[in-house]
């Protein structure tokens, strides 16, 4: 009779230490799922910092064009997020940017263009923070007819992006 009590109690063990094993599973998983879900997603938070980014630079850019009595070539400087012992902006680079007749910045009507756009206004290459832009030209008159609807499209390749409106500087989110 002890050996079938000691058996049924080693069975209870093992039965309770499996449930204790599943049941922590069971709660990892919703644990898991549940912050996988609301978090909210890093490359879209990126990418629309880059774009905000993006917006500022081409409106500087547009404003110094207006400022300088609109040249084909405009110098843009870049900052340092900090002050100098004079309490002045310490600049880290300057870099040329080519404007067009609206003043916008330009390039070639191309995918290499549209990168060049990237590298002029932001002065960085087509990564950030571990995650490669992917630069495309879409021709307005393909597109709508309208050759004012022209833009440069930069995407991550998991399919969220923002375009520049070449002709027009305007940037839109998506």
Known sequence: ???????????????FNVSVVFVFVALMVIFIVYFYV????IKRVNLD????????????????????????IIIMSTFAPRLDDEK?????????????????PK????????????????????QS?????????YDGVKLSGD???SRCRYRLSTGQYFEYKVFTGEV???
């Open 147 to 149: 050759t004012l609807q």
């Open 172 to 174: 839109i989110k998506h």
């Open 107 to 126: 390039a070639e009507f191309t995918g290499q263009g549209c990168e060049e756009i990237w590298s002029m206004v932001l002065n960085t290459s087509l």
């Open 129 to 137: 923070e571990g995650f490669r832009v992917i630069a495309e030209f």
């Open 1 to 15: 009779m002890q050996k079938n009590q000691a058996s049924e109690e080693r069975n209870r063990s093992v039965f």
């Open 49 to 72: 910092n880059l774009a905000n980014s993006f917006t500022t630079s081409v409106n500087s850019a547009h404003w110094q064009w207006q400022a300088q009595g609109r040249p084909e």
């Open 38 to 41: 609301t978090a909210p997603n």
């Open 88 to 104: 002045t902006l310490v600049e880290v680079d300057k870099h040329p940017v080519f404007m067009n007749a609206q003043g916008w």
